[in-house]
């Protein structure tokens, strides 16, 4: 039962351009909700976070919007850069429990 | 200080042998996580603990899966026996008690051939 989904598996941007991952989740009772970045033979490190009482939090080039009506959170990435090639895992949690997470997308960001 | 630390990184067994992972947490951490990487399913939570305590192991797979946590710098992960389709990468994952984000270890890869 997938709670938390990203439909898209892959994302191919150029740099300097904005860079835009789609998160759906299913569980009303979510109330905290994570993006993780993930490089190859690492574990995810933590990006940004949103809890269900704001709709927008900024960090940097890094934006996460959280729709709470269409259960449907996105990271925004502006510019994006080659080093922000990763796999992005969106997550959500009921309050400080358990954080069920996405399929994760690929971004590529090409020079 | 040193983040959360598993062993070892990389597993190469045959189907049918017994395969233990182990993490210790970030210091002062009260809660850990074993999660599983696949192709097909992404990050799967198996289980958790909160102060060495298990809260939630519905995402183990079968009874060929256990997880323990005999004291707070120390978890064990076990299959037994294992087969070809254990085949992935398990994360350790630890939390303070303030707040909701994860501290993720390297991961160990598992091959079972």
């Known amino acids: 039962d997938q709670q938390v989904k990203q439909n898209s598996p892959s994302l191919s941007v150029q740099e300097g351009r904005i860079s835009i991952l789609n998160c759906d989740y299913t569980n009303s009772m979510f109330d905290y909700f994570l993006w993780y970045k993930k490089y190859p033979a690492e574990g995810p490190t933590f990006l940004i976070s949103i809890s269900s009482i704001k709709d927008k939090n900024e960090d940097g080039r890094f934006t996460v919007f959280l729709n709470k009506s269409a259960k449907h959170l996105s990271l925004h990435i502006v510019p994006s850069q080659p080093g922000d090639s990763a796999v992005y895992f969106c997550a959500a949690a009921p309050q400080i429990n358990d954080m069920r997470f996405g399929a994760g997308t690929r971004l590529t960001v090409k020079p | 200080d040193a983040g959360v630390i598993q062993s070892p990184r990389h597993e190469v067994t045959e189907m049918g042998q017994e395969v233990t992972l182990r993490c210790k947490p970030i210091?002062?951490?009260?809660?850990l996580f074993w999660y599983r990487q696949t192709m097909m399913r992404g990050l799967e939570l198996l289980i958790y603990?909160?102060?060495?305590?298990?809260?939630?192991d519905s995402g183990m797979p079968e009874d060929r899966f256990s997880a323990k946590m005999p004291n707070a710098s120390f978890s064990t992960l076990k299959i037994q026996p294992s087969e070809p389709r254990d085949s992935a990468v398990y994360f350790c994952?630890?939390?303070?008690?303030?707040?909701?984000?994860?501290?993720f270890g390297p991961g160990t890869r598992l091959l079972v051939l």
């Open positions: 994952a630890s939390r303070s008690g303030q707040g909701a984000t994860q501290y």
């Open positions: 210091s002062g951490h009260n809660s």
């Open positions: 603990f909160n102060n060495n305590v298990p809260i939630d």
